[in-house]
């Protein structure tokens, strides 16, 4: 892929073409760049999305939408529905085995949505896509970007398939190993931790309630177990190696060395399972000229927490908003927009990394932690400034 000229740069192109054919080009559609681009078309601004896979990932990933998402996306018309189709989880607990260390409770915060909304990513993306199509959007797919040069006036993004798109902004929301980041030469700093994680969509029985999402701390790692719509629970495992499909029998092991010990959480089946390794790692800025980023485009991290995609999604309709004020002049919103959300990413990595050394201290410290953090959850106060901090609310 050749690389975006830059905008500052002397060499500056200037017999560009004015004739664009969309406002804003977007590529990927996935949450970030479906939340961007339906609340792009809902401001009445023409925006494209290209996605180079022929159609969305149809699995569950990112399983938790936070009230201040829910907040967000009220205006485009997508938070019924999205609550029309996930699991209302009121609680959050972080335990060690049976005993309860951290109880935080979101049915008390100030919002329309006290809880954490568990609902598949899948779910998610096409409830996005929908308004999306609905507003008279349309995703071009299978459509790579291969290559993207900028000018003073806009950009020209050359696709897979020999044409080209000329939009006066480009926002890459291609994910991690964003090419729209690479080709505007922005750094991506950061690194990656040892730990695999183990996802699996599980059917349980007993031992872990209902509405509950459970973070156990264990010297072996951390374990979530999170209910799920349809009565299934997702777990997710930090581990050394994780296998390629976790089987019902390497699940239960993990939920018999970490999880509930009194009662036991039986493993019935497996309906899905993944893995995958995590980064913590930071766009060195959101912003190149007439090209922006957004969701893992800009910042990767630990899903401890739930915030990744959620991270994601309020970029996206922050900048929706930069996007609408520059397009009439006011570019100066544009950097402003990664003012206000880089350090939100800086947070969330800084969250994931303070939950992953607590979970795991060496056995010597273990109870001296449970014992701090007991004391702690004994202070009102800790408890809403989590609460506000993991719904998001904090980001108001
Ligand atoms: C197995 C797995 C499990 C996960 N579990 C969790 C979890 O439990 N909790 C959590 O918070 N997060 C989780 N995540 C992360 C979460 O899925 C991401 O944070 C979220 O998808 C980011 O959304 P996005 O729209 O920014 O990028 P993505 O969802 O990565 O979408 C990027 C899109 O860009 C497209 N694209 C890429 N390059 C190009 C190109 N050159 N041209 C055109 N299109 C392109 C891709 O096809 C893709 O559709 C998980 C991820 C994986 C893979």
Do not use: C
């Not at 989880?89 to 335990?95: D, E, P, V, Y």
């Not at 800790?382 to 609310?393: E, F, I």
């Amino acid at each position: 892929m050749t690389h975006v000229t830059n905008q500052q740069e002397p060499s500056l192109s200037e017999d560009f073409d004015t004739d664009f054919d969309t406002d804003v080009l977007i590529v990927g559609a996935g949450p970030s760049g479906l939340a961007l681009a339906a609340a792009l078309a809902a401001g009445g601004i023409r925006a494209a999305v290209i996605d180079r896979l022929a159609e969305g990932a149809n699995t569950s990933r990112a399983a938790v939408v936070h009230a201040r998402t829910l907040e967000v996306l009220e205006p485009l018309g997508v938070s019924s529905r999205l609550v029309d189709r996930g699991l209302q989880a009121q609680r959050f607990t972080i335990r060690d085995r049976d005993q309860v260390l951290m109880p935080i409770d979101f049915d008390t915060l100030p919002t329309r949505y006290p809880y954490s909304l568990m609902v598949s990513q899948a779910v998610t993306e096409s409830v996005l896509l929908q308004r999306f199509v609905e507003l008279g959007g349309q995703v071009l797919r299978p459509r790579e970007l291969t290559d993207l040069m900028q000018d003073t006036a806009g950009a020209t993004a050359t696709l897979d398939d020999g044409s080209r798109l000329r939009a006066r902004y480009v926002v890459g929301a291609d994910g991690m190993h964003s090419s729209v980041r690479e080709s505007a030469h922005i750094g991506f700093s950061g690194g990656s931790y040892d730990e695999a994680f183990v996802l699996a969509d599980v059917r349980l029985s007993g031992g872990v309630p209902d509405a509950e999402v459970i973070l156990y701390f264990s010297p072996a790692g951390m374990v979530v177990v999170a209910p799920l719509p349809g009565g299934l629970h997702r777990i997710v495992a930090t581990v050394d190696e994780a296998p390629e499909q976790p089987s019902a029998a390497y699940v239960q092991a993990l939920l018999d060395a970490r999880g509930p010990k009194r009662e036991r959480a039986i493993v019935q089946e497996v309906l899905w399972g993944s893995r995958f390794r995590v980064h913590h790692r930071v766009a060195d800025v959101y912003r190149a000229g007439r090209v922006l980023l957004v969701g893992d485009a800009a910042h990767v991290h630990s899903p401890a927490g739930g915030q990744g995609m959620n991270a994601g999604i309020l970029d996206a309709m922050s900048l929706a908003g930069a996007l609408n004020k520059a397009l009439t002049g006011d570019t100066v919103a544009l950097d402003a927009y990664g003012a206000e959300r880089r350090p939100v990413a800086e947070q969330v990595i800084a969250l994931a990394d303070r939950l992953t050394r607590m979970a795991t201290v060496r056995p010597a410290f273990r109870a001296w932690r449970n014992l701090l953090l007991s004391a702690l959850s004994r202070l009102p106060l800790v408890r809403r400034k989590l609460a506000w901090r993991l719904s998001g609310l904090v980001y108001r």
